[in-house]
């Protein structure tokens, strides 16, 4: 049956957002009751393709199909691609890679994007024998699947996926778009075109870094046993579990059946991409790029050098004792609904409530609100490679709270929250380059010439009350002319800037004493953003007051250093709870840095538009300061939105950490505070990353940029567990650099000789001291210097804390 249309009531382009110029690739044009197009053959001829106006049979329509070939379907048409173009060539013209797609439409929408690189097989039910020969004959190295997000779209994949994985050169990537798994009929490319912007550039960026789909598939059961003590079961131990997955770098969740949901790097080739899962109920890391093969956890480990036997606490010490691993071959069952599918993570930070737990699919959609945070991970993981990511992720979002300057707020209820952040980084010396991370930070802030944002480091607190109430300095007609800039474009946001602080604990050991003890106040308050004024009198100066405190601080310190200066009155009094406490999430692997790494043009592009464009200043105009030093006059605060499933989320968050998991006991009361804060830096990272996604105001907070808060606030809570175990390991087997360090501090001014170091410390030889001492030295933590007696003495080399002053002893 043939049924009469109009051209405007199924004009493709219209309907699936296409121009022109892609349709004539194709040749699409009405035909009845659907639309017919050419592909091309693999002889180099065209093929004619018929598709029906309907996704469903019309009544009465018996002889119905969805898409037909006009009048067969040739030989060669395995491959969807227009008549007259090069397929060859655009693969080539993008390195080796290539996109698959579920069907034409799909195919049709990707080169509308800009991507020639793309093909299909005519749908996800047909997939060509010769595929892998047809994809080494296109030289490919890097294949992209993007399926339709149904139960077909998954098993096409999976087809491919076991097609290739006996091959080793090329990388299979598996996008998945962000929607729910339905069981037929679910959204594919063209759905997340029509979604979108249709910005060209932007989709292909944002399709690219969508997260990878993990595949089901054919696992293996893996039981352990110890023939050498009998035929009992023998788990593997949870700590060595642990100790591998920090050693992966892993972070997230784990679906039902105990596979990660994100890729890791596989240890066992140069993987630049990650591209290997890690299975914690089996212990097994899965490669699906150049070993295409499955390591057991104890050849993992042992990578890494962490060996099964020393975790295996009740085992004798028998010589060559090891556990043999037995295979049972299992299929995995098929993939559950969302709602079943809940993450089986086995952390240290224990678990949240149900109604507070991220699904799977909203997961995937967090990937979608930290751009910005990922495009400056993916520079600064290759400017200092040996600093964990979740530093580097930390000291980003700190930049953007920095930017904020106060000028954004939410209420809830009576409380304003504002998205300023209090970030303590806590790590070895030296191993994890916390310094070569934090210069990264500097120089992203003076490249968006917003520098003048910092507040001094070194400062007594009397001098920082002045420099926050915008006194000028009395040397300040001797300053330099880029001094005096800096001082009189800090002044227009004079109380809302941020600390840094390298080594933070001499910050944490100055607050015992009498005259810093009005740092603590100062920073107590600065984190609410909301204490309004404060008067401080001063007898050489009179009243002095501050506007509107709120300040952001970024620190870093060591885990001796903080459980020395960080105490029981911290910890009730807030103090200790205002602060996100960052630990290592993984031991790292050597890799050197990218040679002239700059900053990339887009990350310092959005900073300036945060801070100029999208948040309002005095008069609704772009941010200017006054000669004049008049009365400071705090800038607008703009009140930020936020999508209903957004606030959903986040609120439930915090009613989890503040309410519902404090009253179950689900972990130690010296935690009660620093949960309740957490709740409230989820809000605080999701106004932040919505910000910098947006162009104009208002900013409103998307579902997505809520997910990937919780994700990330999720992490810090991790952390702060971590922080723990990394105390007790330090103080156990402090490292030699902490140990001088905590010597060094404790000398004071004067500081300590090598002879004295040697001894306290136990580093014999002496070029071991020598060794250690330099190092601390290049990270500008140490210095020395000679001092000379009265009389004939010979000078004595001493070694001090940098840049003491008399002031700070």
Known sequence: M????????????????????????????????????????????????????????????????????????????????????????????????????GGEVAAMTLLEAGCRNVTCTFGDSSIPDTLLDDLRTWQVQTLYLVPDRDESGQRWACAIRDALAQQLEIALEVIALPYLLDASHGKDV???????????????????????????????????????????????????????????????????????????????????????NWNRKLGLLRCHSACGTSYLAKTVGEHFNLFLRDYLDSTPSIPGAQPVLTVVPKTIEAVKPAAARK????????????????SIEQEYSAATGRVWLDDYLNWATNASPLTPRSFHEAMALWLLATVSTRRMHCRIGAEYIYPNLYILIVGRTTIYRKSTAMKLVRSVLQKAGLSALLLPAEVTPEALFDELAGIKPV????????????????????????????????????????????????????????????????????????????????????????????????????????????????????????????????????????????????????????LFVDEIVTPPSMHVLFSPAALDCLNGYRRALGWDMPREETFDESKAAAYA????????????????????????????????????????????????????????????????IALIRQSGLKGVTMREIMQSCNLRPRGKAVDTLTVLADEGLIEKYDFKPEGRGRPTTYFRISGLSDTEL
């Open 677 to 740: 804060r957490l709740g409230t830096m989820a809000f605080k990272v999701a106004m932040l990353l919505a910000a910098v996604d947006t162009d104009e105001r208002p900013v409103r907070v998307e579902d997505c940029h809520a997910y990937a808060a919780l994700l990330i606030v999720e992490q810090w809570r991790e952390s702060l567990h971590r922080l723990d175990q990394d105390i007790a390991k330090a103080k156990n087997s402090g490292s030699d650099e902490d140990k001088v």
């Open 2 to 101: 043939m049924i009469a249309t109009t051209n405007t009531q199924w004009d493709f382009g219209a309907l699936r957002g296409l121009s022109p110029e892609t349709l004539a690739l194709f040749n699409v044009r009405l035909n009845g009751a659907g639309w017919m197009w050419d592909t091309q053959t693999a002889d180099g001829k065209t093929a004619v393709r018929w598709k029906s106006f309907y996704s469903q049979r019309p009544p009465g329509d018996e002889a119905w199909a969805k898409y037909r070939w006009l009048p067969e379907k040739p030989p060669g048409a395995k491959y969807f691609y227009p008549p007259g173009l090069s397929l060859t060539d655009a693969i080539a013209d993008a390195w080796g890679a290539l996109y698959l797609v």
């Open 190 to 276: 063209n759905d997340y075109w029509l979604d979108g912007t249709r910005d060209h550039e932007m989709f292909r960026e944002v399709l690219f870094k969508l997260p990878r789909w993990h595949l089901p598939e054919a696992v293996a059961k893996v039981s352990l046993e110890r023939p050498a003590f009998g035929d009992e079961p023998v788990a593997l131990p949870e700590r060595f579990l642990d100790a591998i997955e920090r050693a992966l770098g892993l972070q997230g969740s784990f679906n039902s059946d105990g596979w990660s949901l994100k890729h890791v790097r596989c240890p066992f080739h140069d993987d630049a991409t990650p591209s290997a």
């Open 475 to 626: 040397n300040f007609e001797s300053l330099s002319p880029d001094a005096k800039d800096r001082w009189i474009k800090g002044r227009a946001v004079a109380a809302q800037r941020s600390f840094m602080k390298d080594e933070a604990s001499s910050i944490f050991a100055s607050l015992k004493r009498d005259y810093m003890a009005g740092l603590s106040e100062l920073l107590l308050q600065g984190y609410d953003g909301d204490s309004g004024t404060m008067d401080k009198r001063l007898k050489s100066k009179g009243i002095i007051t501050v506007k509107d405190l709120c300040l952001s601080f970024l620190g870093a310190t060591t885990p001796i250093m903080y459980s020395k200066y960080v105490g029981n009155e911290e910890h009730e009094n807030g103090f200790a709870a205002r602060f996100a406490l960052i630990t290592p999430e993984c031991d790292m692997t050597y890799r050197s840095p990218t040679d002239d790494i700059d900053v990339p043009p887009s990350i310092v592009t959005r900073l300036g538009l945060l801070f100029r464009k999208v948040l309002p200043w005095h008069g609704d105009k772009e941010p200017s300061v006054s």
């Open 343 to 358: 993450p089986a993570e086995r952390k240290l930070r224990p678990a949240l409530p149900a109604f507070a737990e991220l």
